[in-house]
């Protein structure tokens, strides 16, 4: 068997702690020696053992003396650093693991390349690149939080087939259209799961009263953010609001944010768009005919789109590269 194909054992037990290493990178890991897997983990939760701590906990007594002998995958560079746990490249040099095979490099600063000079320099054999672009995509969220200092931002919508978001209301009391069925609702609890923060604008709070939870999915709910002003005793409990966008940025990152889904009208998600600032879209779009109503947001020319047919629902899905 080839590197590669280790590799994308770690990249599926990475997934494992999709919704609860954050705001951790997920992270899988596998010991490989005579050509089988004698140890592997993921990274569960922020806090808890990394990958490489549980992998190499994983392996038999009897096959203890194989680890030197043996070569260690793991789809992102072994931390450096003391933390909240210790540095996963020390215990790796403890333990005589001769190789060791990295996915991408960690372009958090306490580690960004220290983990593999401190395992290079212990004389381990290292390679690093393997899958390089699927280990990276599989932490596009932790990726941008590092490099770009603001939270991955997901924009979700649903639109009729004739384009329009909603019929226009004015008063709470007027019911929106549900564009979405039971099954494609499920979908969008999902993705809320897998993010650290939920945004709608003030008109959407004013008319629609969110509760913006994964009701219909397992995982915890994410930040309840409101962008624009909102009146005194308007604002519900636990959310919290911001007048500017770049200041609701910089402050869900200062906290930790990884990742913010914006689930808002036309105007909040057409100013997300307008500014660049977006790193995902999900469109799903209905069979439904309103008419007239609010005008969907209008995606840029040229973006990376791909279409869905999928829970009795048509999806867009777009990517700005």
């Known amino acids: 068997m080839t590197d590669e194909t280790f590799m994308r054992r770690c990249i599926a037990l990475a997934q494992n702690g999709r919704y609860h290493a954050a705001p951790n990178p997920m992270v899988g890991c596998c010991i490989v020696s005579g050509g089988s897997i004698i140890g592997e983990g993921f990274h569960a939760r922020c806090g808890e053992p990394h990958a490489e701590v549980n992998a190499i906990r994983s392996v038999r007594s009897a096959d203890r003396e194989r680890l030197k002998e043996s070569t260690l995958y793991v789809s992102l560079e072994p931390c450096a650093h003391f933390g909240r746990t210790p540095p996963c490249a020390q215990l790796i040099l403890q333990s005589g693991i001769p190789r060791v095979v990295v996915g991408c490099t960690d372009p958090f600063s306490k580690v960004s390349g220290r983990g593999i000079a401190m395992l290079r320099e212990g004389g381990v054999e290292v390679v690093t690149g393997v899958l390089e672009e699927e280990c990276r995509r599989l932490n596009r969220q932790f990726m941008t939080a590092q490099t770009l200092h603001r939270p991955f931002i997901t924009l979700k919508w649903a639109v009729s087939a004739d384009g329009f978001l909603d019929r226009w209301r004015t008063e709470p009391d007027e019911a929106p259209t549900h564009l979405s069925n039971p099954r494609s609702q ?31 999915w397992c995982g915890e709910n994410p930040q309840p953010v409101v962008l624009g002003r909102v009146e005194e005793g308007e604002l519900p409990q636990g959310f919290q609001a911001f007048d500017d966008i770049d200041v ?31 790193d995902a879209a999900h469109v799903e779009v209905s069979d439904c005919v309103l008419g007239s109503g609010v005008p ?26």
């Open 248 to 278: 609701m940025l910089s402050t869900l990152h200062a906290g930790g944010c990884r990742s913010l889904l914006v689930e808002g009208g036309s105007q909040t998600l057409q100013s997300f768009i307008d500014q660049g600032l977006w």
């Open 296 to 321: 969907a947001p209008r995606m840029p020319a040229g973006v990376c789109m791909k279409v869905e047919q999928a829970l009795g629902a048509h999806f867009l899905h777009y990517e700005n590269l």
């Open 186 to 216: 499920m979908r969008v609890h999902k993705l809320r799961a897998s993010h650290g923060a939920i945004l709608v604008g003030h008109a959407t709070l004013r008319l629609d009263c969110p509760s913006l939870t994964v009701r219909a």
